[in-house]
């Protein structure tokens, strides 16, 4: 079969498991980029691509590349395609864009010109045009800008590579099928040993831990992709891709899931069931603060909730729970979490031994990983433990020289100190006004980020400042109303208790 160049295309923080995954799937020419990892292969790579990766969100096949300055300049090269090879009569269409250019901003205003370019040309050529469908097109196309280079890709994915097809029901503010899968990857987790995920929502951490343990392709349960409208389709070697379980493998530890919800437990009991993975965790409602020392050795992989459905004291309440338990009831294991707030993993009060910065949805993320042992770091390592692993001290050496570039970067655009020794007296007031001003806002933004962090100390001593303003309100209340009534000479009736804390007959 003839080889061609595939992209898939993943989340911000992602592109190495990607790849790896890539890798290991026998594909060539993995090369990662931003947000995306392209490779090489054929009909059937890109089926399988399809069907196997767990941390992609899609695969795009590219068609066309050029040069384009303007959107009448990408609807001129566009419309010279031969559309007559890929559309068939009847079929719709639809058009995404990704724009990085300066020259031209508004991606919408580019869609609309791909979409004429292709209309316009399949009227022209065969007196027929193609209806424009949003919600379930035959035909997806992605148009990628950077600057003045451009590529039009065919989307063989059709919808969104998560959308698994196994959840049956949902929660508030569910975790990506892909981000869940990726944590089970960057975590090491190599199915030797228990998982326990004590917030598991929907069960997507733990239904994608089981998948990975038992090596069930995720595909396995998509009723469509996007290249099964294309001209050459070839529903033969989808069947065989399919058909194939002989990668599938036995798992012989457990995963459990608590969730504090009982619909919650319910509904991530059903997606399991949908994913045929219920054999593989225990599902059970309990409050985390009931969690205790587990019997064999596990490691936990968690979302805990941030904010989304908790108050400001509640949530930094629950990662101080959070971080007692694994100090107390998890010694010996390790705990990765995810969160997007500084001040909540603050609140766990422990060290992360690794981190990686990774994008939630519109969230910036962390994953961390926190090691729980007796006794000293040194004693821990005399014993022959590690903190990290070859693959996690690689990536944070990795994310050392990339905060080393940055900071060499900003030196290097530094602008120098101006010659100030022949300025006019204008000159000085306007340099002084503008360095009045910028250290203004340096000043600004600086207490503004400091207000971020410490948001959950500043929300605690308003509140404890609001009280303490009502309880001395309620004093000087009280103080006046006793000196009123010493005025009036009602001694039998005073308004607080009496100075043994205990109130008198008369006041009952």
């Given at each position: 079969?003839?080889e061609?160049q595939?992209i898939?295309?993943?989340?911000?923080?992602l592109e190495?498991?990607?790849a790896?995954?890539?890798?290991?799937?026998g594909?060539n020419e993995v090369?990662i980029?931003t947000?995306?990892?392209?490779?090489?292969?054929d009909?059937?790579?890109?089926?399988r691509?399809?069907f196997?990766?767990?941390?992609?969100?899609r695969v795009?096949?590219?068609?066309l590349s050029?040069?384009?300055s303007?959107?009448?300049?990408?609807?001129?090269?566009?419309k010279a395609?031969?559309?007559?090879?890929?559309?068939r009569?009847g079929?719709t269409?639809?058009?995404d864009?990704?724009?990085?250019?300066s020259?031209?901003?508004?991606?919408?205003?580019?869609?609309y010109?791909v979409?004429?370019?292709v209309?316009?040309?399949?009227?022209?050529a065969?007196?027929?045009?193609?209806?424009?469908?949003l919600?379930?097109p035959?035909i997806r196309?992605?148009?990628?800008?950077?600057?003045?280079?451009?590529?039009?890709s065919?989307?063989s994915?059709?919808?969104?590579?998560?959308?698994?097809?196994?959840?049956v029901?949902?929660?508030?503010a569910p975790?990506n099928?892909?981000m869940?899968?990726?944590m089970?990857k960057?975590?090491?987790?190599?199915a030797?040993?228990d998982?326990?995920?004590?917030?598991?929502?929907?069960?997507?951490?733990?239904?994608?831990?089981?998948l990975?343990a038992r090596?069930?392709?995720?595909?396995?349960?998509?009723?469509?992709?996007?290249?099964?409208s294309?001209?050459?389709f070839?529903?033969?070697?989808?069947?065989?891709i399919?058909?194939?379980?002989?990668?599938e493998?036995?798992f012989?530890?457990?995963?459990?899931a608590y969730?504090?919800?009982r619909n919650?437990?319910?509904?991530a009991s059903d997606n399991?069931?949908?994913?045929?993975?219920a054999?593989c965790?225990?599902f059970?409602q309990?409050?985390f603060?009931d969690f205790?020392q587990?019997?064999?050795k596990?490691v936990?992989?968690?979302n805990?909730?941030?904010?989304?459905?908790?108050?400001?004291?509640?949530t930094?309440?629950l990662y101080e729970?959070?971080?007692q338990k694994?100090?107390?009831?998890?010694?010996g294991g390790d705990?990765?979490i995810?969160?997007?707030?500084?001040?909540?993993?603050?609140?766990?009060?422990?060290?992360p031994?690794v981190r990686?910065?990774?994008q939630?949805g519109?969230?910036?993320?962390?994953?961390?990983?926190?090691?729980?042992?007796?006794?000293s770091?040194?004693?821990f390592k005399k014993?022959g433990?590690?903190?990290?692993?070859d693959d996690e001290r690689?990536?944070?050496?990795d994310?050392?020289r990339?905060?080393?570039?940055?900071?060499d970067?900003?030196?290097?655009?530094?602008q120098?100190?101006?010659?100030?020794?022949?300025?006019?007296?204008?000159?000085?007031?306007?340099?002084l006004?503008?360095?009045?001003?910028?250290k203004f806002h340096e000043?600004?933004?600086?207490a503004?980020?400091?207000r971020?962090r410490t948001?959950?100390?500043a929300s605690?001593?308003?509140?404890n400042?609001s009280?303490d303003?009502?309880?001395?309100?309620?004093?000087?209340?009280?103080k006046?109303a006793?000196?009123?009534?010493y005025r009036?000479?009602?001694?039998n009736?005073?308004k607080?208790?009496s100075?043994g804390?205990?109130?008198?007959s008369?006041?009952?």
């Amino acid at each position: 079969m003839q080889e061609f160049q595939l992209i898939a295309k993943t989340f911000q923080g992602l592109e190495e498991v990607l790849a790896q995954e890539l890798t290991e799937l026998g594909f060539n020419e993995v090369q990662i980029g931003t947000r995306m990892v392209s490779f090489v292969g054929d009909l059937e790579a890109m089926y399988r691509a399809n069907f196997c990766l767990r941390t992609a969100v899609r695969v795009l096949k590219p068609i066309l590349s050029f040069k384009a300055s303007t959107p009448d300049e990408v609807y001129d090269h566009v419309k010279a395609f031969d559309w007559s090879v890929l559309l068939r009569r009847g079929q719709t269409f639809s058009v995404d864009a990704t724009v990085y250019s300066s020259e031209m901003r508004n991606s919408r205003f580019l869609t609309y010109r791909v979409k004429d370019a292709v209309v316009d040309k399949c009227l022209e050529a065969e007196g027929w045009r193609p209806n424009i469908s949003l919600s379930n097109p035959d035909i997806r196309l992605n148009i990628h800008v950077s600057e003045r280079d451009c590529t039009l890709s065919l989307d063989s994915s059709g919808e969104s590579l998560h959308q698994r097809g196994y959840r049956v029901g949902s929660v508030e503010a569910p975790i990506n099928e892909v981000m869940a899968a990726a944590m089970v990857k960057l975590s090491g987790w190599q199915a030797d040993c228990d998982l326990i995920d004590p917030f598991c929502g929907s069960g997507t951490i733990a239904i994608e831990a089981a998948l990975i343990a038992r090596n069930i392709y995720p595909g396995v349960f998509r009723k469509k992709f996007g290249f099964e409208s294309w001209p050459d389709f070839d529903p033969t070697l989808l069947s065989r891709i399919y058909e194939d379980d002989s990668q599938e493998r036995p798992f012989s530890h457990r995963i459990y899931a608590y969730d504090l919800n009982r619909n919650a437990v319910a509904t991530a009991s059903d997606n399991a069931k949908s994913a045929g993975v219920a054999d593989c965790i225990a599902f059970k409602q309990m409050n985390f603060q009931d969690f205790s020392q587990p019997k064999e050795k596990a490691v936990i992989l968690t979302n805990p909730p941030y904010g989304e459905r908790l108050s400001q004291g509640d949530t930094v309440g629950l990662y101080e729970t959070i971080g007692q338990k694994l100090k107390h009831e998890f010694v010996g294991g390790d705990a990765w979490i995810i969160c997007s707030r500084e001040e909540l993993f603050d609140a766990v009060g422990m060290r992360p031994s690794v981190r990686y910065a990774l994008q939630n949805g519109a969230l910036d993320c962390e994953l961390r990983k926190y090691q729980v042992f007796d006794g000293s770091m040194k004693d821990f390592k005399k014993a022959g433990n590690f903190i990290k692993t070859d693959d996690e001290r690689r990536h944070m050496n990795d994310q050392s020289r990339k905060f080393s570039r940055q900071s060499d970067f900003k030196k290097e655009t530094r602008q120098p100190r101006p010659d100030t020794s022949n300025e006019t007296e204008e000159e000085r007031e306007q340099r002084l006004k503008y360095n009045f001003l910028r250290k203004f806002h340096e000043d600004f933004t600086r207490a503004g980020n400091q207000r971020r962090r410490t948001g959950a100390s500043a929300s605690k001593e308003r509140t404890n400042y609001s009280a303490d303003r009502k309880n001395k309100s309620a004093d000087r209340k009280n103080k006046s109303a006793d000196r009123k009534n010493y005025r009036q000479g009602n001694f039998n009736r005073p308004k607080g208790p009496s100075k043994g804390g205990r109130r008198t007959s008369s006041e009952s």
